[in-house]
C-alpha cells in the first residue's frame, strides 16, 4: 500500500514562496504519476500540478504556471511543490495525489477521481 505524507505548509505573506514535500513510501513510482491538489474551505478538491515519476513530464493548472514548480527526488522518493510569489487566493490545504499505472487518461490529469492515493494535506496560509 503506497503511503504519501505531506510537509512544509505554515503562514506566509502575499508574494513569499513556501516548499511543499510529499514523501512516498511502500511502493516504487515507476510510472507513477504524482500531483498536487489544493481544497479551500467550503470548496473541492482543484488540480495544481502533476509530474510522472519516470520521465519527469509535468502539467500545471493556469492559475499557478509561472509561479509554482513540481519536482521530484527519486533517492527520497519525494515529490516536491514550490510555490512563489503566492498570493491570499492560494490559501488551501494542499494535498499529495498519486495515479498508479495503467495510469488514467491525460484528459483525466485534473480530476480527483483519477488518482487513487492520497496525502493527509497541509495547510497554506497567505496573509494580506
Known amino acids: 500500500q503506497l503511503q504519501l505524507v505531506e510537509s512544509g505548509g505554515g503562514l506566509v505573506q502575499t508574494g513569499g514562496s513556501l516548499r511543499l514535500a510529499c514523501e512516498a513510501s511502500?511502493?516504487?513510482?515507476?510510472?507513477?504519476?504524482m500531483a498536487w491538489f489544493r481544497q479551500a474551505p467550503g470548496k473541492g478538491r482543484e488540480f495544481v500540478a502533476r509530474i510522472r515519476w519516470t520521465g519527469g513530464s509535468q502539467s500545471y493548472a493556469e492559475s499557478v504556471r509561472g509561479r509554482f514548480t513540481i519536482s521530484r527526488d527519486s533517492a527520497k522518493n519525494t515529490v516536491y511543490l514550490q510555490m512563489n510569489s503566492l498570493q491570499p487566493a492560494d490559501t488551501a490545504v494542499y494535498l499529495c495525489?498519486?495515479?498508479?499505472?495503467?495510469?488514467?487518461?491525460?484528459?483525466?490529469?485534473?480530476?480527483?477521481?483519477?488518482?487513487?492515493?492520497w496525502g493527509q494535506g497541509t495547510q497554506v496560509t497567505v496573509s494580506s
Open positions: 495525489a498519486a495515479d498508479p499505472p495503467p495510469n488514467a487518461i491525460h484528459s483525466m490529469r485534473g480530476d480527483p477521481s483519477a488518482y487513487d492515493y
Open positions: 511502500g511502493r516504487t513510482l515507476t510510472n507513477y504519476y
